[in-house]
């Protein structure tokens, strides 16, 4: 998802005024009255997320380790063909939370349940619906990719449909690589692998931890591209992860954990909105009073003019048309939107901003 | 069960390309069949006290041992939480892990007996009997690797938390060896792994009540089967209970 940013070094810039310094927040498909137009996910039941069926539904989960309460009561949904995307500072309870989703881990308090089904109680129901990559691999370093590729379909005989082991090494691009011991492969060829082993049982619901970690660019993007063809046949897709461009890039909805709580959730263009914009420049000596702008003006001793806003085009189109009317020249001009970073480092900095339960937005 | 044949493949599929783990597992055996060919005094009566010793060896080494740092590698490397996330069932996932090591268990010890047999020109009463002893060890010993691995936290601690069930083991079966044979001695029977030493024992020598039929091998075995299924459920239940699958829990 690309930021609309605006930097310009010189006044007489009213021409500028035309641009339009907001992101494209919303996903086709995902905003409500946006109907799907890029990705359309013929699985998917109805034009509009909430019209989906939820696939996963957390009410109150706790968990602890020992006196340790790593999750501390906290609630979302995710419903069919949605990508979640959970992210969180180190420690937040993101792996937690997954591995109690994905039936690794019983909830000390609270409802779980994923596919219609409770994950703990009823693991070995829904490992055949399903597909995990871990944080790290867990495969055995004397095997080779195919032979995993083909061990897990004889480990996972309820599934509908298994997929083509040949296919599936193509689809993760590993198929030169088939043959070679998985301890011979590189980190990044390792988590292609848990990829297609997420993969090879054609699942409904995908858990990712950090699937492109020690992925290269060039990597990252092919996955990224698996995971919106996965979408567009209406696979659900949780992930967690530390780039906070790749939730930007793929996620429906994006929830940020902090301290055991949900922090926030909801779409990128949702969050991004809680926090303002920023108009920076550098005023001349002299410069006359500043119009009446909505936001939170500052100056330093430097000349420097920084103000907060929540309404960006407003107080910048305010701005120009002062410095036209006045001959203000405005150097170091940047107006910028509030980012997911921001967002992300504000909650990480001062902790959740609630009491943890899914934000109604 | 396809789940966990799967797995037990698997794992004999990565103990085959472990050249230095199955050169262990085979020249272990013959290297001590060797030593029994070698101009060693002979044994007389001590032949199946030799081989008792050689199964508590492999279940101490092969069982135990391995398959404790095997378990915490696994779990270590989430190979277990791996395995776990198929529909392999929870005993399955374990079983498929520790099988191939209580299978060589079985192997060597069947080896090493045979070879030993053959050295000093002498039979046991039941070699049925020393199977079921051999098995009994081996669902004993299996459950409490399972405790036991549970709060191994890595390979290395594995060489601190295996010794007390080694010394217990090895120290149990010499002090059972010093006492006459009693199918209801408590204290031996109590020892885990000591009801695997009462049942070798009866597979060598044979029944108390000489010339007895079926009863009597089972009248003789009974105290040493339920010693072995109680210690077994025990150990199994209290793995059930504070077994790790993974590194975190």
């Known amino acids: ?361 | 069960m396809t789940a966990t044949l799967a797995l037990l493949r698997i794992e004999l599929r990565l103990l085959g390309r472990d050249t230095t783990a199955w050169g262990t597992a085979i020249a272990l055996p013959l290297l001590l069949g060797a030593v029994w060919f070698a101009d060693l005094p002979p044994m007389g009566d001590g032949v199946g006290t030799a081989i008792v010793f050689q199964v508590v060896g492999l279940l101490v080494m092969t069982l135990h041992t391995v398959g404790t740092m095997s378990l915490v590698n696994r779990r270590e490397q989430l190979v277990l939480k791996r395995w776990r996330s198929s529909e392999a069932s929870t005993t399955g996932v374990l079983i498929g892990t520790i099988g191939v090591p209580a299978g060589l268990v079985v192997v060597q010890a069947a080896v090493l007996s045979v070879i030993t047999m053959l050295a000093h020109g002498q039979a046991p009463a039941s070699s049925t009997m020393l199977l079921v002893g051999v098995l009994s060890g081996v669902v004993t010993i299996g459950a409490v690797t399972f405790v036991v691995a549970s709060f191994t936290r890595s390979s290395d601690h594995a060489l601190i938390t295996t010794f007390p069930v080694v010394a217990l083991l090895m120290g149990g079966a010499v002090w059972a060896m010093m006492r006459p044979f009693d199918p209801l001695d408590w204290p031996v029977l109590a020892i885990p792994g000591g009801a695997s030493v009462q049942l070798l024992r009866l597979g060598w020598d044979g029944p108390t009540q000489a010339g007895a039929g079926a009863a009597a091998w089972l009248g003789d075995a009974a105290a040493s089967l339920g010693a072995t299924a109680l210690i077994s459920l025990v150990a199994t239940a209290a793995a059930v209970r504070v077994f790790r699958w993974e590194p975190r829990a």
């Open chain 1, 1 to 361: 998802m690309s930021r609309h940013y605006l930097a310009t070094r010189s006044a007489g810039i009213v021409a500028a005024m035309d641009i339009t310094p907001v992101r494209n927040v919303s996903r086709p498909g995902t905003d409500p009255g946006h109907p799907p137009v890029a990705t359309p996910r013929p699985q998917t039941h109805g034009d509009h997320p909430v019209d989906r069926p939820v696939v996963l539904s957390v009410r109150a989960l706790r968990c602890r380790y020992g006196t340790f309460e790593a999750v501390r009561g906290i609630d979302l949904t995710v419903r069919r063909g949605e990508l979640f995307a959970l992210l969180g500072t180190n420690g937040a309870g993101k792996t937690t939370t997954l591995e109690t989703l994905e039936g690794h881990r019983r909830a000390h308090d609270g409802h779980v349940e994923v596919l219609g089904v409770d994950p703990f109680a009823e693991r070995r129901r829904l490992a055949a619906r399903i597909g995990l990559v871990f944080q790290s691999s867990g495969l055995p370093a004397g095997l080779t990719p195919r032979e995993v590729l083909g061990l897990w379909p004889r480990l996972t005989p309820s599934a509908a449909r298994h997929l083509a082991v040949d296919d599936v090494l193509a689809r993760i691009e590993l198929d030169h690589r088939a043959d070679v011991r998985i301890g011979a492969l590189s980190g990044g060829e390792r988590r292609r692998l848990d990829l297609g082993l997420a993969l090879i049982n054609d699942p409904e619901l995908i858990f990712l931890d950090e699937p492109t970690a020690a992925m290269d660019p060039e990597a990252r993007l092919r996955t990224w591209r698996i995971l919106r063809e996965l979408l567009a046949d209406g696979v659900t897709v949780v992930l967690t992860t530390h780039e906070l461009e790749e939730a930007e890039a793929l996620a429906d909805r994006i929830a940020i954990m902090h301290d055991g709580l949900l922090a926030a959730t909801g779409t990128l263009a949702e969050l991004v909105a809680t926090h303002p914009a920023v108009i920076a420049a550098r005023l001349p000596h002299g410069a006359p009073p500043l119009p009446d702008l909505g936001g939170h003006v500052e100056h330093d001793v430097d000349r420097r003019l920084r103000i907060e806003t929540r309404h960006l085009q407003r107080d910048l189109t305010a701005l120009l048309l002062w410095s036209r009317d006045h001959g203000v020249r405005l150097d170091d001009l940047q107006a910028t939107e509030a980012s997911l970073a921001q967002v992300f480092h504000a909650i990480a900095g001062h902790g959740p901003s609630t009491d943890g339960q899914e934000a109604p937005r």
